[in-house]
């Protein structure tokens, strides 16, 4: 339990451990594998703490919100280590989603000659001649620019 924004006993068991359970039988999550040769979990299935992880950024808006804001400096702050402490709440959170993306997870970009386009939420239009970027922190994209607007 964090102290920054909690979740009640039974929203984590209805809506992470459930939910997982029942997409740990799809196709989609039976496939995904561990790329990582390093790891001991390499080639197995995504676990369910990993799978949990992922579920809580992408389906608890106001907890992922939380969780995100921890990896900045925030107004008014103006020492790293303020930034540190409110990270520690979600150490572990923040190591499982970060295999979960950089073990499980793919690349995204081109398939098949055609360039994938994906949104993220901000506040002004910016135009880039070329995009390579890896991003240390969660970074919420959608393939859908009507969802992204409400990020």
């Known amino acids: 339990k964090n102290a920054i924004q909690p979740l009640s006993l039974k929203a984590f068991k209805e809506g992470v451990v459930e939910y ?3 997409k740990a039988q799809s196709e ?8 990582n ?10 676990s369910a703490k990993h799978l949990h992880a ?3 950024y992408c389906n608890f808006d106001a907890l992922s919100r939380e969780f ?3 990896f900045r400096m925030l107004k008014g702050e103006t020492v790293v280590e303020q930034v540190k402490q ?3 709440e979600y150490v572990l959170w923040r190591r ?4 979960a993306v950089h073990d499980y997870g793919h690349e995204i970009g081109c398939s098949d000659n055609k360039v994938e386009k994906y949104y993220h939420g901000i506040s002004m239009e910016m135009v880039f001649p070329s995009f390579k970027i890896i991003f240390n922190c ?14």
């Open 28 to 35: 989609l999550c039976r496939s995904m594998r561990c790329t």
């Open 68 to 70: 995100s804001k921890t």
């Open 20 to 22: 997982a359970a029942n």
């Open 96 to 99: 499982l989603l970060t295999e």
């Open 54 to 56: 992922v579920i809580l």
């Open 138 to 151: 969660p970074t919420s994209l959608t393939v859908s620019e009507d969802v992204a607007k409400t990020f």
């Open 37 to 46: 040769e390093n790891s001991d979990q390499y080639n197995k299935v995504i």
């Open 86 to 88: 409110r990270n520690s």
